[in-house]
């Protein structure tokens, strides 16, 4: 089946310096999205990008729907340490007027350096 | 403004014992979706369904069974638990179908059940 690779699989991080990870994938897609999960909750969604080359900001946080639609990044800048969870990438197909499922990378874990 | 809402929390089971882990959510979304979460692994689905009365296989079906009799209502059920089901379990609910640019097939996730097998 369809698979992610996610990188880094961890990194630590101290407060302020700036975070980059990202996504590939065998096939394309249509929609890329990325994900926080907090320790003990659910992930809940950061960005979604629908099209290919879209640069989408949600404050201190910047990602991109790569051109060839089989990649995509996440960059958080001047980290703080509210920062640390785990973060996941997701990709998704729609056909038609429904959605395939989605496909998520095996997550990025950000850690506060000791 | 509850969203998704997993029942129990926590549980410990036996080895061969059956449960079932409930999920609800209030936003009347058409698909709803059990996930496991193992360390390492990410997010592998399980079920899915796309609408109520239907239930359909993910990545990693075996060992479980799902129902969905009502639209709101998604449960997961081990029949024999196995210590290899010992994970992390995510309910999760989307629209299902792309109503605009603002509208995506994002998911909203519960909480989470942590279930352990012994």
């Known amino acids: 089946g369809q698979q992610l690779n996610q990188s880094p699989q961890s990194m630590f991080i101290q407060e302020g310096e700036d975070v980059s990870m990202n996504c590939t994938s065998s096939?394309?897609?249509?929609?890329w999205l990325w994900y926080k999960q907090d320790p003990g909750e659910g992930p809940v969604l950061l960005i979604a990008l629908y099209k290919a080359g879209e640069l989408t900001s949600n404050g201190r946080l910047t990602a991109q729907f790569g051109i060839t639609r089989k990649d995509s990044f996440l960059n958080i800048s001047a980290s703080i340490p509210s920062d640390v969870g785990i973060y996941f990438c997701a990709g998704q197909l729609f056909y038609g007027g429904s959605q395939g499922n989605l496909i998520f990378g095996k997550g990025t874990k950000l850690s506060v350096k000791p | 403004n509850a969203g998704v809402t997993q029942t129990p929390k926590f549980r410990v089971l036996k080895t061969g014992q059956s449960m079932t882990l409930l999920c609800a959510q209030d936003?009347?979304?058409?698909?709803m979706y059990w996930y496991r979460q193992d360390p390492g692994m990410g997010l592998r689905l399980i079920h899915y369904s796309v609408g109520e009365g239907t239930t359909a296989k993910g990545e990693v079906p075996d060992g479980y069974n799902v129902s969905r009799l009502k639209k709101q209502n998604f449960l997961l059920g081990l029949e024999s638990a196995a210590p290899s089901q010992t994970s992390v379990y995510f309910c999760?609910?989307?629209?299902?179908?792309?109503?605009?640019?603002?509208?995506?097939?994002?998911?909203?996730f519960g909480e989470g059940s942590r279930l352990t097998v012994l």
């Open positions: 936003m009347n979304h058409e698909y």
């Open positions: 999760a609910s989307s629209y299902g179908v792309r109503m605009s640019l603002l509208n995506t097939g994002e998911l909203f």
């Open positions: 096939s394309i897609f249509n929609t």
